[in-house]
């Protein structure tokens, strides 16, 4: 029998829903980051911001009490940047995920010209660490005066992306400051990573987030360079489609695929958001004609809106003089009900992120 075609929307309408954003869920805060494995973190907000915009009934300090109480940490994982995990997830994962963290860490080293025993490099960080939390600054002040003549940054980097590092948190504000202290994960969580190669659950995991995908979005999402071979053994497993294109993709046996015409509410998406970065081909939820407004230098992914499933625009959050205002810059014209849709939901968005102001506003740019 020929693999069942999925349509653009039938696509978008599958991730929607794996992703929690057709409906608000009533789940546990660390089972909702299980599920979407785990959440881009580069801005300490964003994860709080992407809960609130999944979960019902979501607060701000019942992640934060979580984080301290250790069991959502916040450590270099997935491509290699910043995630907020699991504590579960952290010790499972990070030994499966070291291949793509030493590769960007040779990478780095390779076009600098470095030539230094990194194996020295990472003993003398980890006893360095092991003392007590340490800024990074610290980190490279210390590297920097046992190989002065060594460039910096690709220590830096490699002790990053080497040894099992979680951010230390503090009280209030998003949880974690711009200038963090990092300490063994080990010793934070007190378990020892796991030793064993736990490829098979991540990309299945993977799946039940993001799917149905091709090994190329598998690709995208993980940073193994080649998971095809993988992909074939694990078939008989797995459920196949085809896209409008006659891409094949996997999915899960047990994920039903919504109608196309699900309705799907506007909902908003803070920066660097994993839905917009974990396809190879993403115009299941960004149109291509607005890649470059999502899309921004230095790598940066903008906060943006779905209206109908889709990114149809940007937002962000200024709070002057204790005014705290939420401003929408759609991509195109939109409809009186998307935009008092929008209104309603942003209302009470920019009380969520400036809980301290006094005054609330939300408007359009256009």
């Not at 270099?76 to 960007?104: E, K, N, Y």
């Not at 503090?170 to 007190?190: I, Q, R």
């Amino acid at each position: 029998m020929p693999d069942r075609i999925l349509t653009l929307r039938e696509l978008n309408r599958a991730t929607l829903a794996r992703q929690m954003l057709l409906k608000r869920e009533s789940i546990p805060i660390p089972a909702a980051i299980e599920r979407l494995v785990a959440m881009q973190a580069q801005l300490s907000s964003a994860p709080f911001v992407g809960l609130w915009t999944r979960l019902e009934n979501f607060k701000r300090e019942d992640l934060a009490q979580l984080i301290e109480n250790h069991a959502v940490v916040k450590a270099t994982m997935i491509r290699a940047t910043l995630h907020l995990v699991t504590a579960d997830d952290f010790l499972r994962f990070r030994t499966t995920l070291q291949p793509i963290l030493s590769g960007a860490s040779e990478s780095i080293t390779k076009s600098r010209g470095v030539e230094v025993d990194m194996n020295a490099v990472i003993a003398a960080a980890k006893e360095f660490i092991a003392a007590e939390p340490r800024t990074f600054a610290e980190i490279s002040a210390m590297l920097t005066e046992k190989w002065p003549d060594v460039d910096v940054g690709s220590m830096r980097y490699t002790v990053r992306t080497t040894l099992p590092l979680v951010q230390v948190p503090v009280s209030g504000g998003w949880s974690f400051p711009g200038n963090p202290k990092f300490t063994l994960a080990e010793s934070w969580l007190g378990k020892s990573v796991s030793d064993d190669e736990n490829l098979k659950t991540l990309i299945f995991r993977y799946l039940a987030a993001f799917g149905p995908a091709s090994v190329t979005d598998m690709q995208t999402w993980s940073g193994f360079p080649k998971l095809k071979e993988a992909v074939e053994k694990w078939r008989p497993e797995l459920v196949t489609y085809r896209d409008e294109r006659k891409r094949e993709l996997f999915g899960l046996p047990d994920m039903p695929i919504p109608d196309a015409d699900s309705p799907a509410p506007e909902r908003f998406l803070p920066e660097f958001d994993n839905l917009l970065l974990s396809h190879d081909k993403r115009t299941r939820v960004v149109a291509d004609e607005y890649r470059k407004k999502v899309y921004l230098p230095g790598l940066r992914v903008a906060a943006t809106f779905l209206v109908d499933g889709f990114v149809r625009g940007a937002w962000k959050v200024e709070n002057k003089k204790k005014v705290a205002t939420l401003t929408l810059d759609p991509f195109d014209s939109l409809t009186k009900q998307n935009r008092d849709a929008l209104t309603e939901e942003a209302e009470r968005l920019v009380r969520f992120v400036e809980p301290e102001a006094k005054t609330f506003e939300v408007k359009f740019a256009d």
